[in-house]
T-cell receptor
Framework: EAGVVQSPRYKIIEKKQPVAFWCNPI?????LYWYRQNLGQGPELLIR????????DSQLPKDRFSAERLKGVDSTLKIQPAELGDSAVYLC?????????????????FGPGTRLTVL | AQSVTQPDIHITVSEGASLELRCNYS??????LFWYVQSPGQGLQLLLK??????LVQGIKGFEAEFKRSQSSFNLRKPSVHWSDAAEYFC????????????FGTGTSLTVIP
């Protein structure tokens, strides 16, 4: 079974330019996450989708970032315009909610990420 | 508020030596807990997870972790480190019954010397 697919793997742009990242989650996973990972840091959530609905976008800088997950499958994250501080790795993950021993749990599966460099 | 602390930013061990990476969490109830590994230029790979039951969890690549409720810890261990274990390690916490919220630590970078 294919894992989480992301493209492109690397992107170099000049500041003020737009950029878009694409993610295809694992088939059947209804939850999709976008994270940003700065150098030397852990992933930080940008947005979480349950199917096509964005249920947590509190950390998404909405003045320049946007995301969509049409049809509840693949997703696109866009930055417009990009700033120098946006240089980071953008990770996509997906998960499937399950139950065991009376508790909900899930496990995230991560894509390889897109490394963005803004010059 | 939830938080995950990995007190060691960087650890260096000799190949064949034992390893322990620390993780502490702050959460009012028993969370579910994960350790991920990230090699350079790669995404995060799950090493092991704890949801409930036996507090000693076995994972892939010879890793194990122990959940200690009294210490709010979930330390990762390996009895004998291999050079290929050099990578970044992240501890993560999930909130039970909220489904899908995760919080990651800042990571511990592991260097393995011959």
């Amino acid at each position: 079974e294919a894992g989480v697919v992301q493209s492109p793997r690397y992107k170099i742009i000049e500041k003020k330019q737009p950029v878009a990242f694409w993610c295809n989650p694992i088939s059947g996973h209804n939850t999709l996450y976008w994270y940003r990972q700065n150098l030397g840091q852990g992933p930080e959530l940008l947005i979480r989708y349950e199917n096509e609905e964005a249920v947590d976008d509190s950390q998404l800088p909405k003045d320049r970032f946007s995301a969509e997950r049409l049809k509840g499958v693949d997703s696109t994250l866009k930055i417009q315009p990009a700033e120098l501080g946006d240089s980071a790795v953008y990770l996509c993950a997906s998960s499937f909610l399950a139950r065991r021993a009376g508790r909900q749990y899930n496990e995230q599966f991560f894509g390889p990420g897109t490394r963005l460099t803004v010059l | 508020a939830q938080s995950v602390t990995q007190p060691d930013i960087h650890i260096t061990v000799s190949e064949g030596a034992s390893l322990e990476l620390r993780c502490n969490y702050s959460y009012g109830a028993t969370p579910y807990l994960f350790w991920y590994v990230q090699s350079p230029g790669q995404g995060l790979q799950l090493l092991l997870k704890y949801f409930s039951g036996d507090t000693l969890v076995q994972g892939i690549k010879g890793f194990e972790a122990e959940f200690k409720r009294s210490q709010s810890s979930f330390n990762l261990r390996k009895p004998s480190v291999h050079w290929s274990d050099a990578a970044e390690y992240f501890c993560a916490v999930g909130r039970p019954n909220t489904g899908n919220q995760f919080y990651f630590g800042t990571g511990t970078s592991l260097t393995v010397i011959p």
